[in-house]
């Protein structure tokens, strides 16, 4: 295994730190600034301003500006799509120098950042380009001698609150449908990661943006999150992570009664049938748990494994798992980074420790990894019982439970008891299971013999308590816009 380096291939030695408000770059109000670490070596980055309550009403007040009387609201559909091109084309322009820069500020593999990452993050940006000019309402044939249509307008200024396991390509699912349909956009990235978030905002000014569309204002959930969520002046609330984050925010949206889409935590069951491709099964299981060191909202989470071919599979998993690469997140062929921060890293220590106090078994990893950065061996447990805080709660991290199951009714109801509903996934040769289990199974996604197969067109949200509301694909379109019927007597 490789040991845990200094990163390497910083091109960029300056950073974006300030605040982006109205089309100028500018210090938080108070004067306060807050570090951004590297996880890979927990040394402070760069100091970033840290925007409070009343940074944030200076955005919304941009932003409402920018709305209500700016250009923006002129701009022609079509020419909304073509600078959202143009910041697809600087993204991919800069797309090493933006992968480092990821890297860097969240501790993901650079492979990752370069290969997964960013390029999702383009091909949203252009997907949601195309929908701009094509965002129409409807003619109406109601009764009497009336004209009736529908209009679909922008719902005006949307906030928007991110978390830090994707960040830029969360940016992407939050600004592509937002702009597209002509909003204008208050964005809070999560404090463990504003560096790219900074960058993106400085070219999508290149990108030829007007001032006060969109704003960007690092800070903390408690202060700069919060503000935003009870802002009168925000129209539209979109926010991904936690869901006891999500109670405080719907509480706090409740006066203004914004509109608000949530995309929370999941428990994600990925089930292998006994008559699975092995092999496939293995390797996508792998994917589906440890991809980005465990901090996936879709993780497969709970692994179900037929119990005539559980020791097997666990096996060949095990294996995977312990030559897994870990280190510095610059080498390129390092497979896991570090966690995002030492909250997440002990957060995912506690349920390590519960795994094996409430008696499952550690096959592997459960240990820091190295002594400097929040690294943490790929772990697996076997032996998990449904009720199980491993098995219930989301670890977000690399650990994975493995559970036993006998046939296909006992695993649809157990792959249901749980109060997520993010996503699911069956490895079988059975057409019958495979339908079966995509039709019952009660979660926003299914794959079928694949796994975190991601498309800016395929919608991606939560059931029960995964989530309100869905990202990406046309049905995105419907979160930032409000729908106009107008009736025009004829005589
Ligand atoms: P979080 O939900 O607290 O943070 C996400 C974003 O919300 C950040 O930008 C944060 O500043 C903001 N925020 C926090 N409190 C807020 C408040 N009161 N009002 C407005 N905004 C607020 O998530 P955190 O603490 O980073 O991670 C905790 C756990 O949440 C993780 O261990 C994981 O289980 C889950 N999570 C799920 C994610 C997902 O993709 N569904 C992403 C990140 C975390
Ligand atoms: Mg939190």
Redesign the pocket.
């Known amino acids: 295994m490789a040991t845990v380096t200094e990163p390497r291939r910083q091109t960029r030695k300056a950073f974006q730190t300030k605040l982006l408000i109205n089309g100028q770059w500018r210090d938080s109000v108070s004067g306060k600034t807050f570090a951004t670490i590297n996880p890979a070596t927990e040394e402070p980055i760069a100091e970033v301003a840290e925007g409070d309550a009343t940074d944030i009403d200076l955005a919304v007040k941009a932003a409402r500006r920018a709305f209500d009387t700016g250009p923006w609201r002129k701009t022609d559909a079509r020419d909304r799509g073509r600078m959202m091109n143009r910041l697809a084309d600087l993204i991919e322009q800069h797309i090493d120098e933006l992968a480092e820069l990821e890297t860097l500020d969240n501790g993901k593999p650079i492979q990752e950042s370069r290969n997964a990452d960013l390029p999702l993050v383009i091909d949203c940006f252009r997907y949601y380009a195309g929908w701009a000019d094509k965002i129409h309402g409807q003619t109406i044939p109601i009764r009497g001698n009336y004209f009736c249509y529908t209009r679909r307008e922008p719902v005006g200024v949307a906030g928007q ?6 960040p830029m390509l969360m940016i992407a699912w939050k600004w592509g449908p937002a702009l597209a349909a002509g909003c204008t956009v208050v964005l ?5 990661t504003p560096l790219s978030a900074l960058r993106l905002g400085e070219l999508a000014l290149e990108a030829g943006y007007p001032e006060g569309v969109i704003n960007i204002v690092p ?4 202060t ?3 503000a ?2 009870a802002h009168p002046g925000v129209d539209k609330l979109a ?4 869901g ?3 109670q ?2 719907m509480r ?1 949206a409740a006066d203004s009664l914004k509109r608000i889409t949530f ?4 428990k994600s069951p990925n089930i292998v049938f006994a008559d699975a491709d092995l092999e496939a099964a293995v390797n996508g299981s792998l994917l589906g748990l440890y991809l980005n060191q465990g ?3 879709c993780a497969g989470s709970r692994l179900f494994v037929q119990d005539t071919v559980h020791d097997r599979f666990v096996d060949q998993l095990a294996a995977k798992v312990k030559a897994r690469k870990l280190g510095d997140p610059f080498d390129a062929s390092t497979q896991q980074g570090p966690q995002v921060d030492q ?2 890293f002990d ?1 995912i220590m506690s349920y390590i420790a519960k795994g094996r106090d409430q008696g499952a078994k550690c096959v592997t990893g459960g240990e820091r990894f190295g002594n400097k950065g929040y690294f943490i061996s790929p772990t697996i447990f076997t032996d998990v019982k449904d009720d199980m805080a491993i098995a219930r709660d ?3 991290g690399p650990v994975l439970s493995v559970i036993k199951f006998r046939e296909i009714e006992e695993v649809i109801e157990r792959a249901n008891t749980t109060d997520y509903g993010l996503a699911a996934a069956v490895w079988t040769r059975d057409i019958g299971k495979a339908h079966a289990i995509a039709s019952r199974v009660r979660a926003g996604t299914v794959w079928v013999n694949c796994y975190d197969v991601f498309d800016a067109a395929a919608p991606f949200g939560g059931f029960k308590r995964s989530g309100i509301g869905r990202e990406l694909g046309e049905k995105a379109l419907d979160n930032y816009t409000e729908l106009k019927t107008v009736t025009i007597a004829l005589d």
């Open positions: 609150i991110i978390p830090w396991n994707f809070k990235p999560a404090e463990q800070g903390f959930g408690e700069a999150g919060a935003l969520v926010f991904t992570g936690e006891r984050t999500a405080i925010i706090g995309e929370l935590g999941g901090q996936c909202c909250a997440q957060k989301e670890i977000f």
